[in-house]
């Protein structure tokens, strides 16, 4: 028992450290640890981003590379251990599910997994990610940010609204947040909220059957050297396989172990009998079984469906051209000679992830997932909505969390040569461009601006207000500070620099 107290200990502490990297994820970025460290220790959206934007070199994953040399070594501890998601559906099967009865657990699929697996890769191959769908750490990421963070804003604004005197009484000024909310946030839910109502099917059902980054990692620990052992004492009770979270130990004979799906969670040392497993380094002890639950035939179907998918997505069947609002974050450039030029829009879309990170680190809740603006295969990438938030001159936090080079690194300083939208004036809308008794020298733009872009003309003895098109970068917050409502005089579209 004491390898299992151990176990959850980690857990816990993984889960904690998850959850502080996170809130971490903020302008300015002060941590000793990246905020997007479980990520990048993620081989599998390593993978998918080295196979769709082949234009990175290696060095960029070397913390999954670690985990990938750290499987190899011990096994699936990644999965029992470290893995967060693995964490909150032990949690919700045990607050849950915990009276469910043994004998009601749904038949493991093993198999489906691998085919995920190859339909990710294969599509990954023509430079269409579907890992950000299903790989567990951008989807943890993603709800986290998008949908607990914003209830956890709402929790701090309401107790500091609500008990703000008792809060003085203990001489605690808390301040109130900005509020935030994001697009598709319930989609975000509905898929966290999904993966723990399988847990009703079986314990851990998700990473059995479903997780394509537990079948890559399954692949690889089975050559690991930390293995189950039964040894003579057993009576053959099966309390290990009913113990067993993960359906790693055959029923018909429990004295053996299936090691790809084995994560160490040391339930089945909790037998009754007087140790008949202990877990021990060894290259294969008896009883050890690496073959794999594979379908060959659904997997393969699986890898043809994903090349399919990702040969029809990279040529562009179907697809429209550029929304116009499809702003993206300031971190998309690539450098050339020294100069911050944009990205093009497909290396973008290879190398993101969708974890939604950026947009938690946005200062000013500006970066939302797209919708239809990027298409079919563009939902949840990072878009800046001018309405909801503007680029904040100083900030430079989406460049520094993204774990993938979606999003470069950049200064403040660069941001002038930084160009990720235009801005233009409706003069049917904008006060300072009406006539007569209707003319208001509005200014609340040209105040606004932090790159002065805003310009005055003189046309019939009044000042209309114009965008200096070589100046203005697109930040946006003109858009959100016009005075004109419910759409403004002065908005923000993606520009032909961008594109």
Same mark, same amino acid.
């Given at each position: 028992?004491?390898?299992?107290?151990?176990?959850?200990?980690? !857990?816990?502490?993984?889960?904690?450290?998850?959850?502080?990297?996170?809130?971490?994820?903020?302008?300015?970025?002060?941590?000793?640890?990246?905020?997007?460290?479980?990520?990048?220790?993620? #081989?599998?959206?390593?993978?998918?981003?080295?196979?769709?934007?082949?234009?990175?070199?290696?060095?960029?994953?070397?913390?999954?590379?670690?985990?990938?040399?750290?499987?190899?070594?011990?096994?699936?501890?990644?999965?029992?251990?470290?893995?967060?998601?693995?964490?909150?559906?032990?949690?919700?099967?045990?607050?849950? $599910?915990?009276?469910?009865?043994?004998?009601?657990?749904?038949?493991?699929? #093993?198999?489906?997994?691998?085919?995920?697996?190859?339909?990710?890769?294969?599509?990954?191959?023509?430079?269409?990610?579907?890992?950000?769908?299903?790989?567990?750490?951008?989807?943890?990421?993603?709800?986290?940010?998008?949908?607990?963070?914003?209830?956890?804003?709402?929790?701090?604004?309401?107790?500091?609204?609500?008990?703000?005197?008792?809060?003085?009484?203990?001489?605690?000024?808390?301040?109130?947040?900005?509020?935030?909310?994001?697009?598709?946030?319930?989609?975000?839910?509905?898929?966290?909220?999904?993966?723990?109502?399988?847990?009703?099917?079986?314990?851990?059902? $998700?990473?059995?059957?479903?997780?394509?980054?537990?079948?890559?990692?399954?692949?690889?620990?089975?050559?690991?050297?930390?293995?189950?052992?039964?040894?003579?004492?057993?009576?053959?009770?099966?309390?290990?396989?009913?113990?067993?979270?993960?359906?790693?130990?055959?029923?018909?004979?429990?004295?053996?172990?299936?090691?790809?799906?084995?994560?160490?969670?040391?339930?089945?040392?909790?037998?009754? !009998?007087?140790? #008949?497993?202990?877990?021990?380094?060894?290259?294969?002890?008896?009883?050890?079984?690496?073959?794999?639950?594979?379908?060959?035939?659904?997997?393969?179907?699986?890898?043809?469906?994903?090349?399919?998918?990702?040969?029809?997505?990279?040529?562009?069947?179907?697809?429209?051209?550029?929304? !116009?609002?499809?702003?993206?974050?300031?971190?998309?450039?690539?450098?050339?000679?020294?100069?911050?030029?944009?990205?093009?829009?497909? !290396?973008?879309?290879?190398?993101?992830? %969708?974890?939604?990170?950026?947009?938690?680190?946005?200062?000013?809740?500006?970066?939302?997932?797209?919708?239809?603006?990027?298409?079919?295969?563009?939902?949840?990438?990072?878009?800046?909505?001018?309405?909801?938030?503007?680029?904040?001159?100083?900030?430079?936090?989406?460049?520094?969390?993204?774990?993938?080079?979606?999003?470069? #690194?950049?200064?403040?300083?660069?941001?002038?040569?930084?160009?990720?939208?235009?801005?233009?004036?409706?003069?049917?809308?904008?006060?300072?461009?009406?006539?007569?008794?209707?003319?208001?020298?509005?200014?609340?733009?040209?105040?606004?601006?932090?790159?002065?872009?805003?310009? $005055?003309?003189?046309?019939?003895?009044?000042?209309?207000?114009?965008?200096?098109?070589?100046?203005?970068?697109?930040?946006?917050?003109?858009?959100?500070?016009?005075?004109?409502?419910?759409?403004?005089?002065?908005?923000?579209? %993606?520009?032909?620099?961008?594109?």
């Amino acid at each position: 028992m004491v390898w299992v107290w151990l176990r959850r200990a980690v !857990q816990i502490a993984c889960l904690a450290l998850f959850i502080l990297l996170l809130t971490r994820a903020t302008y300015p970025v002060r941590s000793s640890l990246p905020p997007q460290l479980f990520l990048q220790l993620d #081989p599998l959206s390593a993978a998918t981003a080295a196979l769709s934007g082949n234009r990175l070199p290696v060095v960029i994953f070397y913390a999954a590379l670690g985990t990938l040399a750290v499987t190899l070594l011990l096994g699936r501890v990644f999965c029992g251990f470290i893995c967060p998601l693995g964490t909150c559906l032990d949690l919700g099967d045990r607050l849950l $599910w915990s009276k469910r009865k043994p004998g009601r657990a749904a038949a493991a699929q #093993p198999g489906l997994k691998f085919g995920l697996l190859a339909a990710v890769l294969g599509s990954a191959l023509f430079g269409i990610q579907l890992g950000w769908f299903l790989d567990p750490i951008p989807l943890l990421t993603r709800a986290a940010a998008l949908v607990l963070y914003p209830l956890v804003v709402m929790a701090q604004n309401l107790v500091v609204i609500h008990g703000r005197d008792s809060l003085r009484a203990l001489q605690l000024y808390p301040e109130v947040w900005d509020p935030r909310h994001f697009q598709l946030s319930l989609v975000a839910a509905a898929c966290l909220v999904g993966l723990l109502l399988l847990g009703s099917l079986s314990r851990r059902y $998700w990473c059995r059957n479903l997780c394509p980054l537990g079948a890559l990692l399954g692949l690889i620990g089975r050559f690991g050297l930390i293995k189950r052992a039964v040894n003579e004492s057993c009576v053959g009770c099966r309390l290990c396989v009913r113990d067993c979270k993960m359906g790693a130990i055959p029923a018909e004979d429990p004295t053996t172990t299936k090691l790809a799906e084995c994560i160490l969670c040391f339930g089945c040392i909790s037998c009754k !009998q007087a140790g #008949p497993t202990t877990f021990c380094l060894a290259w294969r002890p008896a009883g050890a079984r690496r073959e794999v639950d594979i379908a060959r035939r659904r997997t393969f179907q699986a890898l043809g469906g994903g090349v399919v998918y990702g040969l029809a997505a990279s040529t562009m069947l179907g697809r429209r051209e550029h929304h !116009q609002k499809l702003i993206r974050p300031p971190g998309a450039i690539l450098r050339k000679r020294g100069r911050p030029d944009p990205m093009p829009e497909n !290396q973008f879309r290879e190398l993101c992830v %969708r974890c939604g990170e950026c947009m938690k680190a946005c200062v000013t809740g500006g970066l939302q997932p797209a919708v239809a603006e990027a298409d079919w295969d563009g939902v949840f990438t990072p878009v800046l909505k001018p309405k909801i938030g503007w680029c904040e001159r100083a900030c430079t936090a989406c460049g520094e969390v993204c774990p993938t080079s979606a999003l470069r #690194p950049f200064t403040a300083e660069e941001k002038t040569d930084i160009k990720i939208g235009l801005a233009t004036i409706d003069a049917n809308k904008c006060l300072a461009w009406q006539k007569g008794k209707y003319y208001k020298l509005c200014l609340v733009c040209d105040e606004q601006c932090s790159y002065d872009a805003v310009k $005055w003309i003189e046309e019939g003895g009044v000042k209309r207000p114009v965008v200096d098109a070589d100046v203005c970068t697109g930040c946006g917050i003109c858009e959100a500070k016009c005075p004109v409502q419910p759409e403004a005089a002065i908005v923000v579209n %993606r520009s032909e620099m961008t594109q």
